[in-house]
Each structure stands twice: as C-alpha cells, then as structure tokens.
C-alpha cells in the first residue's frame, strides 16, 4: 500500500478536527484508497498550548517551514486561517511541487488567481473543498458530478453565522443585536462579527463557486456584497406576512448569452414555500441548476470543526490519489474566457420596498407616479393597518427590473417631502 | 488534447439523452477535461425508428457486438438496461479491458458482485454514478466527498415513481389506483408498474448505496422490501394527524456495532418536520450521516432522460481522465468484510398500528395487554370520533421494539375475536 506523509500547518480547531478524524477514520480510509495517510508533522503557534486534542510532542514544530520543507512530507495541509502567513505557506509548498489542501476560502478568494497559476506552474495541485459549506462535497459535486453542465444558476446559504441569526430573529421575533449577541455566546459567531454579518465569508464562497462554475476567475472586488445588520424584525415580519423568508443568499447567474454574470451577496426574499426558505439555523444549502440536470439542492453543517475535518478528508484523499495516479484534474480550469461580472446595476431582480410616509392624499399617487416614469411595474401595495404615529408604513413588490432603475427612483421618492424615512428596500427571488 | 472515443449501447431515452447532452456540452467538458469524449458508434435496436433525437446514420450499428468489439472505442456506455443483454454488453467490454458506464441499477443489484470482480480481474472500470437517485450526484458523494466518513444512517427517496404517487395521495386525498392510472398517464409510472410500486427498483438503489457505504456486496436478497400498493388514503390521514408523511423510505443502518446492517425498503412514517417529509412529486433525496460530517442531505430529480444524462456524462468525464491518467479507485472496494444484513425481525423501530374493532368494553385492556406481555411500550392510543358501523379505528403508536416481537404480537391481536380486520402496521422513523 503506498504511504502518503502528511504535513499539517495549524493546531486549532480545525487543524485539531483533522488530526482527531485522521486518529478515527484513518485505517478505514486507507482501506478504501488503497493508499495510506500517514500524519508526520504539525505545525503550532503555540507548543505548550493546551489543547482539546493531544497531538504527540514529537509531531509538532511551531515553526511551518519545518513542515512545509521537511523532505519526508509529500503533502500539506494549510488550517491556519487568514491570508499573509496561508498565502506564503502555500506557495512555498507549491514552489516545491508539493500538493496542499487548503480550508481558507479568504485566502482563495483573494489570492486565488496567484495560488492557481502558481499550482499550475509547479504541476502541483491545490484542493479546497472545505472552503465551501463546510462538509457537503459542493466542490466535487460541481467540478465533477455537474462537469457535462452548464451551471445556470447558483444559490446559496452559505454562511452559518447569518443563517443562525436570521432564523431566530424570524422565529423568535428578537433584534438583530439582541440574536447576535446570543450567537456570541453560543460561539456561532465571532467578536468581532464583521466577517461574517457584513457579508465578506459568504462573497468569499459565492466567488469561489462562480469562479469554478464558470470558468473565469471572479475578483471579490466585483461581488455586490451587503450584510445583514440593517435587517430589522419589522421587515421579517412584512415579508412574512406577504409569504417570504428573508435569508443571505450567494447569487452566481448568467445575465445574458453574453458571458455577463450576476455574483452577489444580499438579504433576498424567497418564496416560503421554496426549499431554501426552511434552512434554518447555522445550516448551509446550496441550490445549483444545470441545463441537463434540472434543480438540484444540498444541504449540511456548514462550519465548524468536524464538518470541515470531513472535506479536509475527502481532499486528502484526492490528494493521496492523484500522488499515486497522477494529477487528475488541476485546480482550476479556465472555460468561459470571455465571462465577467455585471455591475449590481445592470442586474434584474423583483423587490420589496418598505417606506414610511405621511398618511395623507396624494402621497400613494406620487409614489407609484415616480415607479411608473421609470417604467417600473408595481405587483402589490400594502398599507398595513392599524399603525399609531404620523407616519405610516408602505410595503410595495416590484416587478422584474434593474437595480439602476430602481435604486434611482427610490432616490426620488426619499426626496418627497411626504417620505420621512430612507427607504428600505430587499430584493426579491422566485427561483425563475 | 487526449481523445476517448466513446461507444454507446442503446439509443432509447437514455441513449437519446446522453447523445443530445453530448452535442449540447461536449465542448465545455472538453475544455474542463483536457480531454475529448468522441461519440463513435451507437448501437441501437431498431435502425429505422424514429427517434426524437437525431443520430447521424454512420454512427448506428444494431449489433451491440460491433461498439464493443470495435478497437477504436476505448469506453463504453451501457445504457440498454435490463439484466440479460446488459450483463453480456458490460462483461464482454470488461474482458477487453474498456471501462463501462452504466445507468442499470437492476444489472448492479443482481450481478453485482460478478461485474466488479470482472472489472477488478480485467483492470478496466466500471461505472455508475446514474444507477442511484439520478443527476444527484450521490456515488461520487459517498465514495469519495465522504471517503473519511463511517457512515452511520442512510435515508433514501430513491424511487420517483412511488414518491410521485404518495404525494399526490397526501395532497388530494386520491387512493393509489386512481393515482396510479394518472402516473401512468403522464408517463411518471410504466405498465405494468410493479418494479416500481412493489419497491424492487427502490431496493436495487438502496442495496447499491448500502454496497457502496459499507464495503461488502449486499444480496438484495437480503433486502426486506415493502412496496406502496396497499397504502390507504386513510392511514394517509390519520399518520397525517399525528404529525407524520408516509414516504417510501429505503434505509441503510447499523444495528449494531458488530457490522450487521438494516438494509431495507418500506413505507415509513416520517415526522412533518424533517426535510425528507417535504420532498415531494417525482424528485428523489438522499440523506446520509457520517460519523464525522453529521447529517447532510442531497436533493433532485432522480430520473428521467436529463436527470440521468447528466450523471452518465459525469460518469464518462471519470471514465476519460481515467484513461488519460491511470485507474484512480477500482469500481468497488471492499472494506468492512464482516459486514452482513440483519433479517428484518431484528431491526428495531417505532410502529404505527391501526386495527379496526369493535367498539366494545374491554377490548383497549384486551390489545394493550398483549403489546404489554410482549414487552412493547404504547406512546399513544387515538379512537378517531364519529366513525359510524360496528368497527371503529384505533391507531396505537408504538415505543422502539424488534420487528420480530412487533409483528408476533399483531398475530395475536389479529386473533382476537373483537378485531375485525388484518391489523395495518407501519414502522417510524425518527432519524435517531
């Protein structure tokens, strides 16, 4: 049976996961690739820390080099996180043609284009299937399951932490700093929240699957990116009664024929009939259409320890394949050359708009005059009852149009003098 | 760019579909591959059939003998189905040493073990990624996006057909042979439809997933099969009432830790709110648990010439860079070699009972007393109100207990002379 040595960087949770699954699983495995995954170095930052897992002594280094240049080590493992030290890790890996398997999803997503040529250049392979939705194989499924497809359309709930936060404020009824501060506690979110709550994780993996699915290298830069802290309990609760469930959604969509594609990261109303409407929790789901296979939908733990430690596994194994066979398939495989993401502007979705006016004559027909000059179709007024104050709310759906058209025209109408309030405004996904 | 050039066997909708796959994105999995699937010959039934898809006449050929034992194709797909012609088709390409795809999961459930012992003595591959739960992407999941998992519960809505029935059941309160007769209409359930409705065709899928998951070959012998003939929009209802769905459910799970597996296919009560209760028409789902992902789900259409063309084309990618790069995991690998199937009276679950009665004093203490000997917790007892006749219904729910104690202690209720139909059983499933 052939021995693959394995070099990991990073003892903490993560690094920690692998190393307990290795300990769990690792004979059944070699069982199963007729290949064996031999653990001989880690690296630390830190030696005489305590840890959840007892690595053995004589495995570890807190100097990465040693792991990375050691000459018994075939394979590495970059779990540090973060995108300075992973990034030098990784080349420095790859530079000695050595296959690294890397959970970083910041790192790809910012220096993906380098990792890759680099990789390429090397001859060596770069795997990254943990650093999407944690333990659901949507890498593979999208790289190889779906490989005889032209992706059309991707939608996904890839964040836990905003997930987690937005079904309790929707169950619940709680604030959105009221859920976070919960998810703090629980360790569902981290301090600070920004990361995750602004919505950077979730455009970090958007990009990476756009990226994949289409074949040209998303720049983050690109991705229309907004979070979830402006999100209030009066909004959840409208699009509820309207039939909607408000989640972060990861959007990759072809606008045209022409290689113009939709990536973007926003709170989106989805019908609550729809099977992403129900995740709930810090679950991950990702929904991708293919023109053969039709919809199809995947569902699990998206982060955490043990559901990273079993992508890191199925990389690995990968891995210790392609030692063994010979590269399969690189990294990255440029298709769509002539792809490139499309301005939110240019980007057609339908909408829900919630403003605040002066309950007096008049008011409505200004409004709807302004959405009618733009040739905006208005699907559905609500004029809730029952609201105390002289302000009362006003819940408009739209019909298809772009965002250009729409956010100019809800800039008019936070100058009528009857508008006493910004406009709030979500947009909205039927899955077409 | 390496070029594979590819026989197909059958050129019925399957055929068909991969053909028209082929043309639709033969150049995008080119590109992804670096590696060129070439279509060179299909042989087909019947020459002069109108076919929906047009192949060009100098590809067809309507001796299966002349794609295989031509030695310029270098991959075969099988995709005729039934198991007499099919096991001639895909051993005679073994023999020379050329892999096969194939979509049959009727050929893998009963020659199985002889085809994978081909393919291992020939050193050729054999593939089967459109075997199990269509475009889902389910065996490569397991096999290599779960390599570092034991898997420790697999849950399947395999069957589509049996889905689409249940669904509509559920939904318009319609009894199975009216259902039925429009399934058949709309071309969801074939004539006559036994495969389907009796849950062979659910037990070959499920005793390839249990194969696959536990590394040792499953006689679906073995396999305890229950079909959905006998389903009444009645006990619909009334699981209906207590919070369940009945799905037929294929389930993969060790009794124990000494490798006895439950493997078997029957119509399970399913609590409303889990996920798999909510799949519903002709789509299939898959959920599986791994010792260290925990539980993840997968969702599509299971069928259908699309759905499968899709995963065949996966299965053809596989199957290219395996030429081009060397055999990277044999069809099947054998890993846990103790491993055998429970008979059913072994395995353990809840149980929903309805019994009709006669509503007569003593006749409760009478049927309780019976469960209580044998040892069976009752959770709940229900008698519906307002049924008119000399019989009433009453529905019992039952704690855990082996099926073999279950079903003696319904014998003895069945004998008493205040019970005045067959007792109706059906086993829960919790997800425990």
Redesign the interface.
Known sequence: MQQVNLGIVGGGTVGSGVYE??Q??GL??A????ANLCLVRVAVRDLKKKRAVRIPRELLTNDWREVVYDPNVHLVAELIGGTTVAREVVLAALKLGKPVVTANKALLSTHGEELFAAAKKHGANLYY?ASVAG???II??L????????ITAIYGIVNGTCNFILSRMKHQGEDFAQVLAEAQRLGYAETPPDLDVDGHDAAHKTGILASLAH?FWVNPKHIHTEGIRHITPVDIEYAGRLGYTIKLLGIVKPLDRGGRLQVSVYPTLIPNTH?LA?VDQVFNAVFIR????????????GAGK??T??????D???AA?DIK?????PPF?P?ECAGVVAPIEEVVSRYFVRLSVLDKPGTLARITGIFGQSNIGISSVTQPEGQPGPSVPLILMLHNATNGVVLRALAKIAKLPAVTAEPVMYRVENFK
């Open positions: 699954a290795l769990q699983n059944l495995m069982a199963r690739l007729d299937e333990g659901i194989p593979k499924s790289r190889e399951g779906f490989v005889g497809n032209r074949g099977v129900n293919g023109d053969i296979v039709g919809d199809t939908l995947f569902y699990g733990t043990d559901a430690a079993s992508a890191v596994l199925s690995l194994a990968d394949l066979t010979g590269n399969r398939l495989v298709h």
